[in-house]
């Protein structure tokens, strides 16, 4: 991928991320907490992505990109560690309540995440921005 590519890819994933943000706004809103959660993860997950792409780090996986985030940000101390940990918690809540049989996220497990997602959003395209 070139660079006018690349910085093409990285809008679209900070821009899917914001969207995807908003998106589970609107599901908390509704009162649906595991599909919220879902898009809460997943808009981590396009923002980190964006980021990783932007330095040339390749994922192949989920798992992949959470521990090459770790590994090159968090790690490094270029974001904070409170940050490695929300992705973290959000993978793992994203699994249980998209897998987990009979499982339910509820108002107080899932309000508090979004101003620490919203604030991990802005932190990477800040990043992104200052490497652009």
């Given at each position: 991928m070139n660079f006018p590519e690349k910085k093409e890819y990285v809008k679209y994933r900070i821009d899917s991320a914001k969207t995807t943000f908003d998106a589970a706004k609107i599901l908390a809103e509704n009162g649906f907490w595991n599909s919220s959660v879902n898009r809460l993860y997943y808009?981590?997950?396009?923002?980190?992505?964006?980021?990783?792409?932007?330095?040339?780090?390749?994922?192949?996986?989920?798992?992949?990109?959470?521990?090459q985030f770790s590994l090159h940000f968090i790690k490094?101390?270029?974001?904070?560690?409170?940050?490695?940990?929300l992705l973290s918690e959000l993978f793992d809540w994203r699994q249980k309540g998209d897998y987990d049989n009979i499982f339910d996220y509820n108002d107080e497990s899932v309000q508090p995440l979004f101003k620490p997602v919203a604030e991990m959003i802005q932190l990477i395209e800040k990043e992104i921005k200052n490497a652009l």
């Open positions: 808009s981590l997950f396009y923002a980190v992505n964006a980021l990783l792409v932007l330095n040339d780090i390749q994922t192949k996986s989920h798992s992949s990109t959470k521990s490094t101390g270029i974001i904070d560690k409170k940050y490695g940990r």
